[in-house]
């Protein structure tokens, strides 16, 4: 299969302009493909994979990755997808996160193999010495207004009367379009990849190419990936998945995958991974005839954490999860128990010497049937034999828990019944 039947095969194509154009296109020459990036964060999250991962493919398919990162287009904030006004930075910061997205796209793409090595620039570089006057007579007079307002991110906006759109996320579609135009005569990339909400920015950006250079370009939306219930893909009840490690721990990223639903698994598998055909086929066999076993999700989560951690990741984590499961705290090093206390689990500081009782009212663990949190429930918990500290079982109604008994002389891991932890720093 050429490329975009291969993207297609993986459900990743959403829109094309001229098809076969394009096949005969990527077929005939190395090509450049590009895909911007705005720097909102500090980190790429998870949501980028998809994009990334496509570049990877093209890359590995003998063409040349280009990955745009927004320092110009950053800081006002594209209005797609987006019911509101987005607050803007200041360009400290949008450096401080372009930094940041060039070395976590050195995770993904090569950028030292000849012709088809990937590229990363940044479009401030080409539009902060642009003034005003040569904005608007030399590119702004390609654009009718009255065919930017018809534009759903634009139109959707001024539609709704009580949020609007200013002037700054309305120049956003001229700008990106502009991009087109520098890395097509810089790079010659014509090619242009992104999701499935760019499409009018990335349609503009092709006319913008043909006025100015005279050139044919093309464009490529992937789907915006959600879950099989229609929810978001990419957050977690704590937020969203980043790829630093920082900001989500190897544990807690490894954790959101391995407990993909079983209805969304085979897809993921397909979208995420570069596991071959044949793989994908056992996995599917195995996770029809047994699904509870969750063979799909585990490798899955191996390929995604090893992917993005490396193999120090990976082991971490699965250290943390066997040891949490089989309540075994004892093999955990203390950077585990910190990546337990970043993100991993619910936690909460205490001073040296809080009572057990205490604890376990704070931490809401115990809750009576009725919804409400007492010391007497946390009595009975603890009589009841139902509350371990640090993998053992704990009957002292009187414990109190001290830095002489605490993991590393600061950590108490609280667990009610088999799947309640909760994970206290002692403060210091």
Known sequence: MNIIEQLQALGLVAQLSANEELVNHLGSSIRTVYCGFDPTADSLHIGNLVPLLALRRFQLAGHRPLLLVGGATGMIGDPGGRDSERELQSAEVVERQLARIRSQASQFLDFECGETSAVVVNNADWTRNLSVIDYLRDIGKHFSVNAMIQKESVRRRIEDVSQGISYTEFSYMILQSYDF????????????????????????????????????????????????DGTKFGKSSGGAIWLNPEMTSPFSFYQFWINTADSDVMNYLRIFTFLAGNEIGVLAASHESDPGRRAAQVALAQAMTRHVHGESGLEAAERITGALFSNSLGELSEDDLGQLAQDGMPSSTVSDGASLIDVLVSSGLALTPKGEVTAGQARKLIQGNSVSVNGEKQVDVDLTLTTEGALFGRFFVIQKGKKNHHLLVLGR
């Open 181 to 228: 135009v520098v890395l097509n005569r810089d790079y010659d990339c014509t090619i242009q990849m992104g999701g499935s909400d760019q499409w009018g920015n990335m349609t503009a950006g092709i006319d913008l190419v043909r006025r100015m250079e005279s050139k044919q370009a093309y464009a490529i939306t992937y789907p915006l990936v959600t879950k099989s």
